[in-house]
């Protein structure tokens, strides 16, 4: 089956290394292998071929998730040497001034820490200095067992990611990570400048020939837990923000962290959406249009390490 190429960081001098990070000469060796013995159509190609119905087994498209400037200023190079388009899917809350945390915290624990077990040691150790009677939950099978789908996340990883989406409210991880950001000295606000594309950016991608598409306004990790009023908000302040600034309206988008429900795909439906990126490729026995599936980059490299 046909499936999109997910992106998400990429590092340089100036943008650091973190998990699942590619240098641009890694990219590069990626692109090429990945020509070798596929055909990566041009992200405009991809969607008429959609609409079509006439995409072929073989058939490869990438994208890029976040609107990061290091998939600007390192991988955008890469594409323009090959004569390679792509689609970028946007969360438009930090084009107006806000920061969103998950992007933040990222980059916190990439710089902050030796490496990000130490950041995982330490944020443990927060958690249960907090709460001392969930040490039975961070040994739990739940805990190891999270996110199975993704064969590269280690034991950390999981139960990092159980604990952040499964069994803290977002006021409390954000009370930890807050308290961790001080003791480390780290600046969200300064970092904040140099995480995400502007608008002129934006507009230098379509020029280029390049497919802008949704992903949300402020990207809830957890959007398929939203009531409908609440997904159809996220997509609609999404929607118009790119429709004003591109000048057309945006056909294509990708489920921020593969959370979405029927009611997710209703409202993109009646928004004129007609192509929509899962984050895996797990076989889905009715999958429709707006659930095209994407292999992540990781499983593309010769050891797999987590992208977020």
């Not at 930090?94 to 945390?101: A, P």
């Not at 902050?112 to 040490?135: K, N």
């Amino acid at each position: 089956m046909a499936y999109g190429i997910m992106f998400h960081h990429f590092h340089n001098d100036f943008h650091p290394v973190g998990q699942g990070s590619l240098a641009a000469a890694q990219l590069e060796e990626m692109l090429e292998n990945l020509q070798q013995k596929q055909t990566i159509l041009p992200a405009d190609e991809w969607l008429q071929r959609v609409i079509e119905g006439t995409l072929q087994a073989d058939h490869r498209c990438l994208t890029f998730d976040d609107a990061l400037l290091c998939q600007y200023e390192v991988a955008l190079p890469v594409l323009q040497r090959r004569g390679l388009t792509a689609f970028w899917f946007v969360y438009s809350s930090v084009f107006f001034g806000n920061r969103e945390w998950l992007e933040i915290y990222r980059h916190f624990r990439s710089v902050a820490f030796a490496s990000v077990d130490h950041f995982y040691q330490a944020f443990f150790a927060a958690t249960l200095r907090l709460l001392p009677q969930w040490q039975e939950r961070l040994s739990s099978p739940q805990a190891s067992g999270h996110l199975a789908d993704f064969a590269f996340y280690s034991q950390n990883d999981r139960i990092f990611r159980y604990l952040r989406d499964e069994l803290l409210t977002t006021a409390l991880y954000d009370q930890l990570m807050q308290q961790l950001m001080q003791q480390q000295g780290y600046d969200p606000a300064q970092a904040a400048r140099h995480l995400w594309m502007c608008d002129e950016q934006l507009l230098d991608l379509q020029q280029q020939g390049h497919l802008i598409g949704l992903h949300s306004f402020s990207h809830p990790t957890r959007l398929d837990r939203l009531p409908a009023a609440a997904q159809q908000q996220e997509y609609q302040r999404n929607f118009t923000h790119l429709t004003h600034l591109l000048g057309q309206s945006p056909r294509s988008m990708a489920h921020p962290c593969n959370a979405y429900n029927q009611d997710t795909l209703r409202l993109l439906r009646e928004m004129g959406i007609q192509l929509g990126f899962r984050s895996n490729r797990l076989a889905l026995p009715d999958r429709t249009s707006l659930e095209w599936p994407r292999e992540d980059h990781i499983h593309l490299l010769p050891t797999a390490a987590p992208a977020a």
